[in-house]
């Protein structure tokens, strides 16, 4: 039996999800072929989906990037049950004001110089599509999910809220 799927053209429902989530898990296209992921520290999601990322301008996901937009990135948070995946489009930006204005001194660690470093660059992601799974009381869940298969040999269909959103080119 297919998923029933709930479409949305509402991005803010999908940024509301990720807004506490801070690390992503970005797949880039590496070699024309090649997925490669890697974990990247997401910074304040803009209302309009739009995602930002520091980088190293010298970095193999910025030539990846420059070589195909595409990306891919997944959040989740388990303890709530809650999983994102998200497409888009990436591109490099070396707007020194747009730097200092995402500056935290969370992101220090990779960039002890600070906001003035040389290096430094951000990756601008702009959504193309993205899909949640959101299923509250997730142990519970879990739990009876579980209980059914053993008690009646079936596979339960659990009500995750599974919603995707579009977003209109």
């Not at 797949?27 to 024309?32: A, F, K, L, R, S």
């Not at 303890?79 to 220090?108: C, F, H, M, P, Q």
Request: proline share 5%.
């Amino acid at each position: 039996m297919a998923d029933q799927v709930a479409v949305s053209h509402d991005v803010t429902k999908l940024v509301d999800k990720i807004k506490d989530i801070k690390i992503a898990m970005m797949t880039t296209i590496e070699n024309g072929q090649e997925l490669h992921s890697r974990p990247m520290y997401t910074t304040k999601p803009e209302e309009d989906g739009t995602l930002w990322f520091f980088t190293e301008l010298d970095s193999q996901k910025v030539d990846e990037v420059q070589q195909d937009r595409h990306i891919n990135l997944g959040y989740s948070k388990p303890e709530d049950n809650l999983y994102v995946a998200i497409t888009g489009t990436a591109k490099v930006v070396t707007d020194r004001a747009k730097i200092k204005e995402l500056w935290s001194e969370a992101i220090r660690g990779w960039f002890p110089d600070g906001s003035d470093d040389p290096n430094i660059a951000l990756l601008k992601v702009t959504i193309d599509k993205g899909e949640f799974w959101d299923s509250p009381n997730a142990t519970l869940l879990r739990a009876y999910t579980y209980l059914k298969a053993v008690i009646t040999g079936e596979r339960d269909q659990p009500s995750a809220d599974r919603q995707s959103v579009v977003i209109p080119k």
